[in-house]
């Protein structure tokens, strides 16, 4: 089975704090991708980093990182010293080609809050 | 901005009605898939077109149906509409059958009463 977790429903911090989102995946495929996508109060999905399956290095863009661990399906995602304009839904996705297409499977999502 | 429009951006029907919504993909991109996406939750896979054809398809009844046209936008319709079908619905299009990423729209929020 193809599935997303990720456990934490409501996150709420001060700004400046740092915060990390977890993820879980189940796949059985080889070759998969892994996405983390913002959703801000618009809707809007705005797409934050894609991951392949044979790609375990962790990435740092600006204030954000991901640490990617295939050993426990993880690929969390930490917010260093974080801004109101944060505040946000994030979804963790996992792309699963299931015979001959591409779909996405999201999780639940992180309602993460960023309090002045 | 991806370049993946969506119209209208707001909805309101009433249940058993038919609703029609249309997603215009980003330049290059032959593939649109929709998802919809309830209160609280993640989007959930709806179906996926590529080639004006209908090439996979989620966990949703036959009154969700979809077309692709030549210049690869895309609509989705939803005939006898349920309370339940208040959501977000979001198409994304993407390269082929094997470009991992898709660009999303914003959206078109359907209400149902």
């Known amino acids: 089975a193809q599935k997303v977790t990720q456990a934490q429903t409501e996150i709420s911090v001060v700004e400046k704090e740092d915060v990390t989102l977890d993820c879980v995946y189940e796949t059985r495929d080889t070759t998969y991708y892994l996405f983390w996508y913002k959703q801000p109060p618009s809707g809007e999905l705005v797409f934050l980093i894609r991951?392949?399956?044979?790609?375990?290095q962790n990435e740092i863009s600006g204030r954000y990182s991901w640490n990617f661990q295939k050993s426990t399906s993880s690929f969390n995602f930490t917010i260093t010293a974080s801004q109101v304009v944060d505040s946000a839904v994030y979804f963790c996705a996992l792309s699963a080609s299931l015979d001959g297409y591409n779909k996405l499977i999201f999780g639940a999502g992180t309602r993460l809050a960023v309090h002045p | 901005e991806t370049g993946v429009t969506q119209s209208p951006t707001h909805l309101i029907k009433t249940r058993g009605q038919q609703v029609t919504l249309r997603c215009s993909s980003q330049s290059g991109h032959n593939t649109v898939s929709w998802y919809q996406q309830a209160l609280g939750q993640g989007p959930q896979f709806i179906f996926q077109y590529y080639r004006e054809e209908e090439n996979g398809r989620g966990n949703f009844p036959p009154r969700f149906s979809g077309l692709q046209f030549p210049n690869y936008s895309s609509e989705l319709n939803v005939n006898a509409l349920e309370l339940d079908d208040s959501a977000l619905y979001l198409c994304a299009s993407s390269w082929g059958l094997t470009d991992y990423e898709q660009y999303f729209g914003p959206g078109t929020r359907l209400t149902v009463t």
């Open positions: 991951r392949n399956s044979f790609d375990e």
